[in-house]
């Protein structure tokens, strides 16, 4: 128990060095110590309180559940006009803009902790709203296939949507099937498959939240190491009579990243040694995380990039010919729009980025194999990615915030007027300042990008000489891509 | 201590970077500032522009800073409208009646034209370019750019030829 | 234990069942006194509104596609933006049968985009 007198060591040799191969001193963009935490639960005691609560998730679902339950049926009987649709305004102006804008880059997968697509299926699964029932649940309890524990699932359902995307973000019926479709979808897997399976596994969202998250300021992480250490009953993992074993499967004891963390905080009411904790941290902590790397979420690096450059140019270009391939105008058209996105996002960028990085290992004359260094480096997209996807968020909601408050007065579009805001002209906002904001977030982007891909090459290669040479291809690569969405957001 | 110092050189090599990219972001300001003042004649320039569902024809305008921008707007299929971000101009286009607007093109950079009236399914996504040189915004962006990948190689270069 | 559940049960209803219930039933409730006369490309529905002579007729105007006109002439003439329905308050005072149209061209058949209004005895 000698640990637990010096926490704030432990933790940090612990968090730091022990567990994730994050080199001791690591300081993000040279600054800020990556080490650095701000230990949320332990400050403001009511907070852990609050967490421990098993009404919690449950209110928090049932809000956000509430309202979508409106905006699935303006969705399928409200006005067809995507812009005055309660469902379409939420989804892909309020929501999408949040998610990217707010709460990925700051708070990780808070969203999951709100999310209302598998509520559903978890309260059939569970039989039960709110207090843990004991005995079986509502569940085969299988679990899923070894050989699909990762990634690809999730990249390719998630290209198959972002063919349609074009379609999705515009047709009201659409986005409420493919909702709909959901949620009806995790009711099935939660029925067969254990726990979050589905969430875990196949939800769309959830492969570039669960990637990007690791770019959050948030985590949910142990406390002292030793406690969990010396907790040989670890209750966090296979559950107590009061509260489930964490639903997304991991080990929150040994959890080093953020990627599959749905902030459920079933940890905070499982550990009877309140050892969990959520913590403020610096971005991008888990990229350097040296541990359950693989192609799998490299590739999803490689399709989140693409897309953005994609949907860039699709719905900000000028090019009148590419939104009619995207609308589906004419079959040849989209098939032409359809296989180019795909082969992009699947082949395009890895093959360049993949040359880039070859030619690194080449100059700096490593040994360490190839697909490791590719696979390692990969993660180094990730900054600039989402700071694309930001830059990308700012166009949709700044010039478009106005259907907000109208759809909250009209949700169906049927000439509400419930709260006196259904007038609110369409008017965008900080016309002039977005581009400044976008091109600052691009900068900040390479310079993390460029300040991850070198950490990881040192990590990876272990000797400064060989990292340096190896980082310089991939460093023109990210310059490039800077240069594109440049190009293509103020260019 | 030696893996100490190293990273300490790191973390001044950044913030060196970093001062650069300030001195650059100001330089091009600067610098495009300087050229836009220098007296060059404004130009009158008058382009057709074609609104349908969904995109405008031509979909990029350039014009210069300064230039007297006169825009004969006409939409061929519904009622569209033309707004201009940075601009704020908003004009409604009836199918067939042609509107003519005219502007200075006083603000330098890249400015998205959309539409403005619902005009079906792909409405949000009708948008065009209205590029007013010198875009500083680009400019400055890829001075960054440049700036952080030579700084950064440099840095690396440096750091071989040392070891 | 089991009140809890009971509870969350009961609000899981009134949230997922109640709200979109009472959504529809505020619809319904107003559509006793309005018309709701959608135009898209390109006609009216319904093309035809029947009422009785003396009555009052609010007429819910909603575009479904593009921009769309209501003109009915001599009494109103109002333009109609997908996402921004309009109201026409009619009161029919004399029988007879009013032709509306569309009034902003709306794309190919904007010319048969017509219907009326009969006012019956
Ligand atoms: S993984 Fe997907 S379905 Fe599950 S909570 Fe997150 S967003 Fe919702
Ligand atoms: S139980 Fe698992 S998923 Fe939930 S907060 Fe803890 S670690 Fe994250
Ligand atoms: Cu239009
Ligand atoms: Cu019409």
């Keep these: 128990m000698s640990a637990v007198q010096k926490p704030r060591q432990d933790r940090a040799e612990r968090a730091v060095r022990g567990m994730t191969g994050i080199p001791e001193g690591s300081k993000f963009l040279g600054f800020i110590p990556v080490d650095w935490r701000y230990d949320l639960t332990e400050r403001f005691p009511g907070l852990r309180r609050v967490l421990r609560s098993r009404w919690t998730s449950f209110l928090l679902q049932l809000i956000t559940a509430s309202v979508f339950a409106v905006a699935l049926v303006a969705g399928f009987i409200g006005t067809p006009v995507g812009n005055a649709n309660l469902l379409v305004v939420l989804v892909w102006i309020f929501w999408w803009s949040a998610l990217m804008l707010i709460m990925v880059p700051f708070f990780s997968r808070i969203w999951c902790a709100l999310c209302p697509l598998p509520s559903a299926g978890e309260w059939l699964q569970r039989r039960a709203f709110v207090k843990k029932r004991q005995g079986k649940g509502l569940t085969l309890g299988k679990r899923w296939p070894a050989a699909l524990r990762n990634m690809w699932p999730v990249n390719l359902i998630f290209l198959g949507m972002a063919l349609f995307s074009g379609i999705l973000t515009t047709r009201t019926t659409v986005t409420a099937w493919l909702l709909l479709g959901m949620v009806l979808g995790a009711i099935v897997i939660s029925l067969i498959f254990e726990r979050r399976t589905f969430c875990r596994y196949l939800c769309p969202v959830g492969g570039f939240l669960g990637l990007y998250s690791n770019m959050a300021t948030m985590e949910i992480r142990h406390n002292v190491y030793s406690v969990c250490r010396d907790h040989k009953h670890k209750e966090c993992v296979v559950g107590t009579n009061e509260a489930y074993a964490c639903p997304w499967m991991e080990a929150p004891t040994t959890m080093a990243r953020n990627t599959y963390c749905g902030f459920c905080f079933e940890c905070f009411r499982t550990c009877s040694k309140d050892n969990m904790s959520v913590r403020l941290r610096p971005p991008g902590t888990d990229l350097l995380v040296n541990k359950n790397r693989g192609l799998d979420e490299a590739w999803k690096a490689f399709i989140m990039l693409g897309a953005a450059a994609i949907y860039a140019a699709v719905m900000m270009g000028p090019w009148g010919t590419l939104k009619d391939w995207a609308n589906m105008t004419s079959v040849g058209g989209y098939l032409v729009y359809a296989s180019s996105l795909a082969l992009t996002v699947m082949v395009v960028v890895p093959a360049v980025w993949g040359a880039f990085v070859w030619l690194g290992r080449k100059l700096s004359g490593a040994d360490v194999p190839f697909v490791r260094l590719f696979t390692n480096l990969s993660y180094s997209l990730v900054p600039i990615g989402m700071l694309a996807w930001i830059a990308f968020s700012f166009a949709i909601i700044l010039p478009n915030w106005a259907y907000i408050p109208r759809v909250i007065s009209d949700p169906f579009g049927w000439g509400w007027d419930l709260f006196g805001t259904a007038g609110v002209e369409w008017n965008p906002v900080g016309m002039r300042v977005m581009p400044i904001l976008q091109v600052a977030a691009l900068l900040f982007g390479l310079a993390f990008s460029i300040d991850v891909a070198w950490k990881i090459a040192r990590q990876t290669l272990g000797d400064d000489r060989k990292a340096s040479l190896a980082t310089i291809p991939p460093v023109i690569f990210l310059a490039g891509v800077t240069g594109l969405f440049t190009w293509l957001l103020v260019g | ?163 | 234990m089991r009140w809890q559940e009971i509870v969350a049960g009961i609000l899981v209803a009134a949230c997922l069942i109640g709200l979109p219930a009472a959504a529809l039933a505020y619809q319904n409730h107003r559509e006793t006194r309005v018309v709701t006369l959608e135009m898209m490309q390109w006609e009216y529905r319904p093309a035809e509104i029947r009422v009785k002579k003396g009555e009052q007729l609010r007429l819910q105007l909603i575009a479904k596609d593009v921009v769309h006109g209501f003109q009915v002439d001599g009494i109103a003439n109002v333009e109609v933006r997908p996402g921004k329905p309009e109201e026409v308050i009619i009161w029919a005072q004399d029988a007879g049968v009013y032709r509306f149209r569309c009034s902003m061209f709306c794309g190919l058949g904007h010319a048969a985009m017509v219907g009326q209004i009969v006012v019956e005895e």
């Design chain 2, 1 to 163: 201590m030696e893996m100490r110092q190293n990273k300490r050189r790191y973390g001044t090599a950044l913030l060196a970077v970093g001062a650069l990219l300030a001195l650059g972001v100001y330089a091009a300001l600067a610098l495009t500032g300087v050229a836009s003042a220098s007296g060059r004649e404004p130009n009158v320039v008058e382009v057709n522009v074609a609104a349908r569902q969904w995109a405008w024809e031509p979909g990029v305008i350039e014009v210069n800073q300064g230039d007297l921008v006169r825009l004969n707007l006409m939409s061929l299929d519904v009622v569209h409208g033309f707004y201009l971000d940075g601009y704020g101009i908003d004009e409604a286009l009836v199918a067939g009646q042609p509107v003519t607007i005219e502007f200075v093109a006083d603000k330098p950079g890249r400015w998205m034209f959309r539409c403005s009236e619902v005009c079906g399914p792909f409405h949000p996504y009708m948008i065009g370019w209205l590029r007013v040189s010198p875009n500083w915004y680009a400019r400055s962006s890829l001075i960054g750019v440049a700036l952080l990948a030579a700084g950064t190689i440099g840095g690396f270069l440096l750091k071989v030829v040392k070891s």
